[in-house]
């Protein structure tokens, strides 16, 4: 399950990614005035690996209750 969430949402950061124009930038990253794509794959890239590690956390724990 964490897997196939991980390449989910990494996968919609990638098709954002290849719909930018100038693909990937660091000026555009850094530039805080408005929203560009870069920021969008960003947040997409952390919260697939923090959507990847909530199923995992949430057995471990149910695993130390039993």
Sequence with gaps: MSVV??????????????????????????????????????VLFFCGIVAAAVPLIAARLQRMEN
């Excluded at 805080?32 to 960003?42: A, D, F, G, P, S």
Aim: glycine share 2%.
């Design 5 to 42: 969430l991980l390449a989910v949402f990494w996968g919609i950061a990638f098709l954002v990614m290849l719909n930018d124009i100038d693909f990937f930038s660091l000026q555009d990253l850094f530039d805080t005035r408005e929203l560009h794509h870069e920021h969008i794959v960003v």
